[in-house]
C-alpha cells in the first residue's frame, strides 16, 4: 500500500466517523489507543535468544503506519535518541494511525559501540535480507518481513561515519512525488536526492513501495543535543505533515533541495586540519582544508572541485590518500521545493555515501 491510497484511504474513514482496527506487529495485537513494548529477535548468544525493543504507539483513530529506525550502525547514537524521543513523547489520544519505533536495530553492534555486528559486516548493506543468508542478512529479513513491510513510510536515522560529522538533513530518492513528500514534511533545511546503495534500508523500503527517507546529523559515538531536538523536531513535523498529529504553530520553509553531491578526497597522506564548517557555501577552487605531513613539513590543499554548500566534513585527523573528506551538495543543483530531473539526468560522478569497511580496505578513505 504506497502512502498516498493510505491517505486518501483515512480520509474517507474520518469523513465516515470509522475507528482504528487492531494492527498485528510481531506477532501480537495491538488494540486502538494503546502503547506497546515487543521483542523483536535480533540473533542468539550463549544463553538463548537476543532481541531487541520495538515500540508500538497505536493511535484511536484510523491512519498511516510509520517506522521510525535507529541504530542500524551501532556507533550512531543520535539516532537511537531521536527515535527512543519521538515515541515515548507521542501520546495515543492524539494520534490517527500507528507510530512504530525500532531505537536499536544493531544490539549486537551497539554493545559493542561499534559500527559494524561482530562478523564485520555493514547491516545497511544487506536489506531486504535473506533468512538462509549471513547473520546480517537474516537480520535484515527479520526487521523487513516482522516491522517495516508493515509501514507505510519509514525515517530511517544516522549520523555521519569513521570520524566524519553531517550537517542535519535527509536524503532520499526524490524523483519519486511520495518520497519528495516525506522530505519536505521532515522540515529539515536541507533535503539530498541519494537514493542509496542497493542494500540500504531506505532503498529496499523505498523499492518495495514503501517511501522513505533518511535523516542524517551530528558524528558517530556522541549524543549531541542539537542533532538529536531537530530530528524529533522534523519527525513531529513530518507527523503533522501525514494528518497523524494536530498540527504545530510553526510553520517550517520548504527545504533546499540538492540533485547532485560529492566527497572531495585528500590526495596526500598526513594530518588534516579543515578550513571549511558545516553549511559553509564555498567557491569553485576555494580551499577547503590543508593537509601537512608532520616528518617532511610537506603541506598539501584540498579545494572545492565546483561551488556547493558542505555538507559533510571530516573531522580534523590523519588521513591517507584517497581520504573522502568534505562533502559537498552542488549550490547550482539546488531547488526549493521542485521536482527531481529525470534519471538520466543525474549526474554519476559520486552517490554521496560514506565508505564501507571493505571499501576502506581495498581504497584508503
Known amino acids: 500500500m504506497t502512502l498516498g491510497v493510505t491517505l486518501t484511504a483515512l480520509l474517507v474513514a474520518l469523513a465516515n466517523g470509522a475507528r482504528a482496527e487492531p494492527l498485528v506487529v510481531l506477532g501480537q495485537e495491538i488494540a486502538p489507543g494503546e502503547t506497546r513494548r515487543l521483542a523483536l529477535p535480533v540473533g542468539e548468544s550463549v544463553g ?4 531487541t525493543p520495538v515500540i508500538v504507539v497505536a493511535g484511536t483513530r484510523p491512519g498511516p503506519v510509520v517506522c521510525l529506525t535507529g541504530g542500524i550502525h551501532g556507533d550512531e547514537l543520535n539516532g537511537v ?19 512504530i519505533g ?3 536495530v544493531n544490539l549486537a553492534a551497539f554493545r559493542r559501540s561499534s559500527r559494524y555486528l561482530p562478523d564485520r559486516r555493514d547491516l545497511n548493506r544487506f536489506f531486504p535480507g535473506s533468512a538462509r543468508g549471513s547473520s546480517a542478512a537474516r537480520l ?4 523487513f518481513d516482522a516491522v517495516v513491510r508493515r509501514c507505510d513510510a519509514l525515517v530511517d536515522v544516522h549520523s555521519g561515519s569513521f570520524h566524519r560529522t553531517n550537517l542535519p538533513q535527509v536524503r532520499g530518492d526524490l524523483r519519486k512525488p511520495e518520497v519528495l513528500r516525506l522530505a519536505k514534511a521532515f522540515g529539515s533545511q536541507l533535503a539530498i536526492h541519494n537514493e542509496g546503495r542497493a542494500g540500504t ?11 522513505a527517507i533518511a535523516y542524517e546529523a551530528g558524528e558517530p559515538m556522541r549524543f549531541q543535543e542539537d542533532a538529536i531536538d531537530r530530528g524529533v523536531h522534523g519527525v513531529r513535523q513530518l507527523l503533522a505533515g501525514l494528518d497523524m498529529l494536530p498540527p504545530t504553530n510553526a510553520a517550517s520553509p520548504a527545504p533546499a533541495i540538492y540533485f547532485r553531491s ?4 585528500s590526495d596526500e597522506g598526513g594530518i588534516l586540519a579543515a578550513r571549511a564548517k558545516l553549511g559553509d557555501v564555498v567557491r569553485k577552487h576555494q580551499v577547503l582544508g590543508t ?14 572541485p565546483e561551488q556547493g ?10 588521513v591517507m590518500p584517497g581520504y573522502a573528506a568534505f562533502h559537498i551538495a552542488s549550490e547550482g543543483s539546488a531547488e526549493r521545493g521542485a521536482a527531481a530531473p529525470p534519471a538520466a539526468a543525474l549526474p554519476s560522478v559520486d552517490d554521496g555515501s560514506e565508505p564501507t569497511r571493505a571499501e576502506l580496505e581495498e581504497r584508503p578513505d
Open 262 to 265: 560529492r566527497w572531495v578526497r
Open 81 to 99: 535518541e531521536v527515535v527512543r524521543r519521538s515515541v515515548e513523547a507521542t501520546a495515543p489520544a492524539q494520534l490517527r494511525g500507528t507510530l
Open 102 to 104: 525500532v531505537p536499536i
Open 48 to 51: 538463548g535468544e537476543v532481541s
Open 291 to 304: 593537509v601537512f605531513d608532520p616528518i617532511s613539513n610537506r603541506r598539501s590543499k584540498i579545494r572545492a
Open 201 to 211: 534500508l531506505r532503498r529496499a523500503a523505498t523499492d518495495a513501495g514503501i517511501p
Open 309 to 318: 554548500r558542505v555538507i559533510g566534513v571530516a573531522l580534523d585527523q590523519l
Open 140 to 143: 535484515a529479513r527479520r526487521l
